[in-house]
């Protein structure tokens, strides 16, 4: 056996050793990569460090000389009206109110054409004031100015006359006649004054010039007291180099000079034009200060090299030591082993686990050496099958669709001796059911190969009930898609993926537009047939990684994710599925003989990572979708924080509205309606709230907020006690006591249970007369629970309460249900009559209806009336009543007028 164990080291140590040559070149190899990763690192931190000085001054040198160009031009304007030109004294003094202003200004100075100082801010300078024409370098940059005609900024120099480095601002001057007549000079300190720019702190070894298009220097930050040295560095160009660079323009480049005592500065440098401005910002750095930081970055990377290098030798001795004494306890073992076989096979008989042993030999093959008696019931084997015909069988018995997630499985325990795991399907006398397969290698292996031993487990009916339990949990019951637990775990990932700015996502909150009215008409069988048809159709056309999911009822969520991470690029991705979307469900759904369309409501929100709360998100696309229902049905809508603004604002306007009622802030207008011969017949009572802050408060803003409430409903009884009220009092006038008064009912007031006991209780309690009281109801109130509508109408009509049908024609007029109304009057649309001079076809829908009024014994009223053309055709047509501007706006009771 000694021998035996030594054969066995012979035959592991070179492996090993094997081993740490690889570990060896493995760690030369990462400190390499070490050091070009963190030189890169260090590079592009370099880049981006003097990207963001050079932007920024860039900035800051825009914003100062784009200001100091609108001030020069206005100076400029200011000293021609004041006549300066003229009047140079005048000229002193306003320039000296100027400076005082403007810290960052040496003086300010007006020179005529013949480069002569006209007027300046200062009289107490060092030196004369020279002549510019002729003043050296900044000579030069007055005649820019007039040649050009426009704003430039001029070269540093030292100016005698005050003692100190400028740089010249100038623009051109144009008399009354618009006639170039000089130029207005500022001189801006060398050092920027108060300028963002100048007073900007730099990062430690950074340096910034400005350069200008010529190759001059115009400014160098941070600047320098030296007058020899400034000379220098103002009075000559750049080198050809750096000129060459110039012509690139923006970028990050590596520069070389040379110095003044003879070597050689290498800089990295960021140039940033200055737009408009014929400047340059270049901020550099030297090469030393990038390798420093290098260095200084290699320190704990390499820190931890070191120490995995020494861990790993010491795992490689361990190791080499452990097996050594491991050759000695295989054999051990393994004799063990044989020897309790006989007793294992007879425990597993007791179990319902199925328990195998197999053979791997060298070459690959699988020679089952032990099956249990559950194995072999698992997998249906007969007894005559031997050890490599079994290995045949299962595998044949394997489901297609698992196959290859077994073998790969399989090649990586066998390639790694590490242990196998694989749960799926196997197809077994015409039936599928599932079995977990979990094997182990071993220890010890010879030359006829390793043994594994594994168990087998049915576990067809435990992946039945977490099969039904997913359904439950996570899909919905009716169209199979994912619920909102399941939407929100994706979400929750798709957010994840966001904040790490990999990618975009987007929510679509999808609503189907009055399916509730659909429902009822083809029935709830119908209806659930076509919100399956939904789902299928949505699911269809998105892919594999979005979600469409059911919250319930008729709205659906689409979850696009991995979109780019460009908000506009994904956006644009969304309108693509929204346009497929779109274009997909517009296609008629079809039940037996029966076809039916929809349209859809869609609010989108874009999952950019800056909002983590998934109910904020699922809020944001439901606040979009509502804010699509809004806008007319039928469109798509995209989330904006306006909407959570409105919304806001709508609740405080909800509450302001209850307070309103409560505090007798609403009053009840009433526009008149006449008959043919102008006599007025009655009015409609017309809310309008006097706000204590906003105003006057038209009903288009605060009924619309009314109705998203039981409000609207308080709001209808006000107005109703009110109209009562004011019924009750023209009992008595003696024109008005025949007047009708119409009130418009909405549809929560309607549907209410308890509607005509409200009305029957309040003509009791204000003893208004109840034919006096005129109903206004529509067309869409009688769609939903027509039959109680109608109980409702019959009961009122029964003590003396009129009503009107308002805005007839504009939505499902039905002959069926109109001559099932107890209604006494039918209202036009104004639409119609707004139209009607211009479309022919507008007055034969009106005259369509007026015949229908006549034939039912309908009064008819056209509201909308604006002018005297209108009244004279409709009066033809054979109108009955008139309501519009033409005859009187909506006003108080007081200021109605005496008829």
């Not at 004494?325 to 294992?344: F, G, H, N, W």
Request: hydrophobic share 40%.
């Amino acid at each position: 056996m000694a021998l035996m164990v030594d054969k066995s080291t012979k035959d592991r140590e070179p492996i090993l050793r094997a081993f740490g040559r690889v570990f060896i070149a493995i760690f030369l190899l990462a400190a390499l990569a070490i050091g070009a990763f963190t030189w890169e690192r260090s590079l592009n931190q370099q880049e981006q460090e003097l990207q963001h000085v050079s932007r920024l001054m860039a900035q800051g040198l825009r914003s100062h000389f784009s200001t100091f160009e609108v001030i020069l031009r206005g100076l400029a304007d200011e000293l021609v009206y004041r006549d300066v030109f003229n009047d140079s004294a005048a000229g002193d003094a306003y320039l000296e109110r100027v400076q005082s202003s403007h810290v960052g200004i040496v003086g300010y100075g007006l020179v005529g054409l013949d480069g002569e100082f006209i007027a300046t801010s200062t009289r107490n300078l060092l030196a004369p004031l020279p002549n510019i024409i002729h003043h050296g370098q900044t000579g030069e940059s007055f005649s820019r100015v007039i040649e050009d005609e426009r704003f430039h900024i001029g070269r540093p120099y030292y100016f005698e006359a005050v003692g100190e480095w400028i740089i010249p601002l100038r623009v051109p001057v144009y008399d009354q006649n618009n006639e170039l007549a000089g130029v207005l000079t500022a001189g801006n300190r060398l050092d920027g004054g108060d300028a963002s720019w100048a007073r900007m702190s730099l990062p430690e070894g950074v340096q910034a010039v400005f350069l200008r298009d010529d190759g001059y220097v115009n400014y160098i930050h941070p600047v320098d007291d030296d007058p020899e040295l400034l000379q220098a560095i103002f009075s000559s160009q750049v080198t050809e180099a750096m000129q060459e660079l110039m012509l690139q323009g923006r970028g990050f480049f590596f520069h070389q000079r040379e110095t003044a005592i003879g070597d050689y500065r290498r800089d990295y440098i960021w140039m940033e034009p200055v737009e408009n401005y014929d400047l340059r910002v270049v901020s550099m750095a030297p090469r030393s200060k990038l390798i420093a930081d290098w260095i200084n970055s290699l320190i704990l990377p390499m820190t931890l090299w070191l120490l995995s290098a020494f861990l790993t030798l010491l795992g490689y001795l361990r190791a080499r030591r452990l097996l050594r004494k491991a050759d000695v306890e295989i054999r051990e073992k393994q004799a063990q082993l044989m020897l309790s076989v006989q007793q294992y096979d007879q425990l597993t008989r007791l179990i319902p686990i199925g328990v195998y042993q197999f053979r791997l030999t060298p070459e690959g093959k699988h020679q089952l050496t032990y099956t249990s008696q559950r194995f072999r019931e698992i997998f249906r084997l007969s007894k005559d099958f031997d050890g490599v015909t079994i290995a045949q069988h299962v595998y044949e018995q394997l489901h297609p669709q698992d196959k290859e997630a077994f073998f790969t499985a399989q090649a990586h325990a066998t390639k790694y001796t590490d242990k196998f795991y694989w749960e799926g399907r196997i197809l077994a006398d015409g039936e599928v059911y599932w079995a977990n397969v979990h094997s182990v290698p071993s220890q010890e292996s010879d030359s006829s190969g390793r043994l594994w031993n594994g168990v087998v487990i049915d576990v067809t009916e435990q992946k039945l009930a977490e099969e039904k339990i997913n359904q439950l949990a996570y899909y919905d019951a009716l169209t199979r898609l994912p619920n909102r637990r399941l939407l929100r775990e994706r979400l929750e990932k798709a957010v994840l993926r966001s904040v790490e700015g990999e990618e975009y996502a987007a929510l679509l909150f999808i609503d189907v537009d009055r399916f509730k009215q659909l429902n009822d008409s083809y029935g709830h069988a119908q209806g659930d047939l076509m919100l399956q048809e939904i789902g299928s159709r949505l699911h269809k056309l998105v892919r594999d990684r979005d979600t469409v999911s059911r919250l319930g009822g008729d709205e659906f969520v689409v979850l696009l994710s991995r979109l780019t991470n460009d908000a506009d690029k994904a956006a644009a991705e969304v309108e693509v599925v929204l346009q497929k979307i779109e274009r997909l469900l517009s296609e008629p759904f079809n039940f037996g003989q029966q076809t039916a369309r929809i349209t859809l409501s869609t609010g989108i929100t874009l999952i950019d990572g800056r909002e983590r709360d998934i109910d904020a998100i699922l809020q944001q696309a439901d606040q979009a979708m509502y804010r699509a229902k809004e806008s007319g049905r039928n469109t798509q809508c995209f989330y904006d924080a306006n909407i959570q603004r409105l919304i806001t604002d709508q609740l405080e306007l909800q509450r302001d509205l209850r307070l309103a009622i409560a505090e007798d802030q609403l009053q009840l207008y009433y526009q008149l309606q006449v008959d043919r011969y102008k006599q007025v017949a009655g009015v409609e009572a017309l809310v309008r709230w006097h706000h204590p802050q906003r105003g006057m408060v038209m009903p288009g803003v605060f009924i619309h907020v009314a109705e998203q409430s039981d409000d609207i409903i308080c709001l209808g009884d006000w107005i109703l006690d009110r109209a009562c009220r004011q019924l009750l009092e023209w009992q008595n006038h003696p024109q008005r006591f025949q007047w009708s008064i119409a009130v418009n009912v909405s549809v929560r007031q309607l549907r209410a249970d308890d509607f005509a006991d409200k009305v029957i209780e309040t003509l009791q309690r204000t003893g208004a007369r109840p034919d006096r009281l005129l109903l206004e109801i529509t067309e869409s109130m009688l769609l939903i629970d027509t039959e109680q509508v109608i109980q409702k109408m019959a009961r009122l009509k029964k003590v003396g309460v009129r009503f009107s049908l308002d805005d007839f024609g504009t939505g499902y007029s039905s002959l069926g249900y109109l001559n099932r109304l107890p209604i006494d009057e039918l209202k036009i649309d104004q639409s119609f009559v707004s139209d009607m001079t211009d479309d022919e076809h507008h007055q034969v829908l009106i005259r369509t209806i007026l015949s229908l009024g006549k034939t039912l014994s309908l009064t008819t009223i056209a509201e909308g009336v604006e002018t005297e053309q209108q009244f004279t055709i409709l009066k033809a047509l054979g109108c009955d009543r008139f309501q519009g501007y033409w005859f009187g706006r909506p006003v108080p009771a007081h200021e109605l007028p005496e008829y």
